[in-house]
């Protein structure tokens, strides 16, 4: 993360909200927010404004897509980098970043989360509010663990997947790429993708 540079969120609801708090409790420059929306733009968030996005593409500077969904997120931070503009990481200060632990560009890491020694994540992913990652975890792109996710060690999980409020993975489990974990599941062996699985143990339903 940079201080010398300004910073936009991409997004104006509430994780956008989440990640701008994590931005300014780290010290960046956040100038502002972006959006497609028209219900949005004008609008303002912690008093900072809510610009057009695609007007705001004449200039150049620092970005972080804070929007939910995994295949959005990357979608618009591609074509942010393909216009110039700096994809950015934001770490909550809070957080508990371990020894060897390798984050992806664009990633947010949120409040109280824990990120233990040997864990490796790709772009553009959310380990939001004290979700646990153990050791040498292995997440892929645009993966989202949601508020107190727990992860054992050597867990995996798949591009483009999402886990749900308070779900645990036991440890070396793997999970595939497109695979929605519904909140509260208890994941205790590997789960292919695509398909949504929940329940105790956690079983997939194919899409």
């Excluded at 912690?46 to 620092?62: E, T």
């Excluded at 995994?70 to 503009?85: P, Q, T």
Aim: hydrophobic share 45%; charged share 15%; glycine share 12%.
């Amino acid at each position: 993360m940079s201080k010398d540079h300004p910073l936009f969120i991409i997004g104006a609801g509430g994780h956008a909200k989440v990640v701008a708090n994590a931005a300014l409790k780290a010290g960046l420059n956040l100038e502002g927010f972006l959006s497609d929306s028209a219900d949005d733009i004008g609008k303002t968030i912690f008093n900072l404004p809510v610009r057009d996005r695609q007007s705001a593409l004449k200039r150049i500077a620092a970005f972080h897509v804070a929007i939910g969904s995994n295949n959005i997120r990357a979608h618009l931070s591609e074509e942010m980098v393909k216009a110039g503009w700096v994809c950015e990481t934001i770490i909550h200060p809070s957080a508990a970043i371990g020894c060897d632990v390798k984050i992806g560009t664009g990633t947010f890491i949120g409040p109280q989360a824990v990120l233990n020694p040997g864990a490796v994540l790709g772009n553009y992913c959310i380990i939001n509010s004290g979700a646990i990652v153990e050791h040498d975890c292995q997440i892929a792109e645009a993966v989202h663990l949601s508020p107190r996710v727990a992860l054992g060690g050597h867990v995996a999980i798949g591009e483009n997947s999402w886990v749900g409020i308070g779900a645990t993975v036991r440890d070396r489990a793997k999970i595939g790429a497109e695979v929605m974990i519904g909140a509260g599941a208890v994941v205790v062996s590997d789960i292919d993708g695509p398909g949504t699985a929940y329940g105790v143990p956690a079983k997939l339903r194919p899409c």
